[in-house]
């Protein structure tokens, strides 16, 4: 019998042999030291009638899973989370959609495009490649002078891209070949793709490696550090999806940066969607609510109910999907000039 898992009220002990526990080690590190904090939310697989069978299938493998955090790396992480031939299912088998973004309100590209145009303010070329770019949405919105590549998976999307002037050169980042840039790119970008990973730490790796000598590796995800999460914990709303699996915070991406020779120049906290502060107030209050009402607090509760605008969460139930708060960190990584990833 092995400790597993600790928290400050509770020791629990389990047999490791059990296949349960064999998925629950850190996908990051793979200790199987980590803190429980708390039961995940319901998951939107399991509570629309369009999911196809397989993916609710793999969803209810989920159905009772915990939020853990790492106790060696920090990585919060799904425990226990789909497996690596699971998610590969799961991503076959999602519906075809179409993903119609307003880049204006893209809290991740608009932090990044000012980041990158700051730093490039001249007419050099510059070169970007964006992994999992759909149809280039991101990449549409820097200058045209600059070379733009993506890496996307998507029939859907690689059919966006052929239309425009953006070049596909792989379905996956492990694909990629340098040939049309042997140095590696000026700047790589992951947006909202991390918390899918099943494996970061080779990810990380990979994307790290494309990266040429002090160009820019920039990675936008949720902040696990935020008020929101460490009040909602399993209930964030993050994590209202079995394809969301790892979580990070500022000191797990520094702590990689310094152990792979990619320094971090910056670190912004943004929104999932950028909106006005009325409605950031008022998804905080709805967080707050949420939080008061699962801990017993219902003088809070009744308090937030009274404010103007606020009446409905007298019946709200479920995830509050407050994607308007400052949950998302976009870390920019700047390899070193001697750095071998
Ligand atoms: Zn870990």
Redesign the pocket.
């Known amino acids: 019998m092995k400790l597993l898992c600790t928290d400050k009220n509770q020791s629990v002990t389990a047999d490791p042999g059990d296949p349960a526990i064999r998925q629950t080690v ?1 996908p ?2 793979r ?1 199987s030291d980590w803190t429980d904090l708390g039961n995940c939310c319901e998951l939107a697989e399991l509570g629309s009638p369009d999911t196809p069978e397989v993916i609710r299938e793999i969803a209810e493998a989920s159905r009772d899973s915990k939020l853990a955090q ?1 106790d ?2 920090g ?1 919060l992480f799904r425990c226990p989370q789909p497996s690596r031939d699971d998610l590969r299912r799961l991503y076959r088998n999602l519906p075809a959609t179409i993903w119609r973004y307003d880049s204006s309100s893209m809290g991740s590209w608009m932090t990044a495009k000012k980041h990158l145009l700051s730093q490039h303010p001249g007419s050099q070329p510059v070169s970007v490649l964006d992994v999992g770019a759909f149809d280039g949405g991101f990449l549409k919105c820097l200058p045209d002078t600059w070379r733009k590549y993506a890496v996307e998976p998507s029939p859907l999307g690689q059919e966006e891209l052929r239309k425009s002037k953006i070049r596909w050169i792989a379905d996956s980042a492990e694909d990629v070949v340098l040939d049309s840039e042997p140095d590696g790119f000026d700047v790589v970008t992951l947006f909202d793709v991390f918390e899918h990973l099943p494996d970061p730490a080779e990810t990380l790796r990979v994307l790290a490696d494309l990266v040429k000598p002090a160009g820019r590796l920039m990675v936008s995800t949720c902040n696990a550090r935020h008020w929101s999460w460490r009040m909602m914990r399993g209930q964030h709303w993050y994590l209202h999806s079995v394809q969301h699996v790892c979580f990070a915070n500022p000191a797990f991406f520094r702590s990689w940066g310094q152990q792979h020779g990619m320094k971090v120049e910056s670190h912004f906290s943004h929104a999932h969607q950028i909106a006005g502060s009325t409605a950031r107030l008022k998804h905080s209050l709805e967080v707050v609510h949420a939080w008061a009402t699962q801990n017993g607090k219902y003088y809070l509760s009744r308090l937030i109910q009274s404010l103007p605008g606020m009446g409905h969460m007298a019946h709200k139930q479920g995830v509050v999907f407050a994607n308007t708060l400052q949950d998302h960190q976009l870390v920019v990584f700047r390899r070193l000039e001697s750095s071998t990833p």
């Open positions: 850190c990051y590190c200790t790492c060696r790396c990585l």
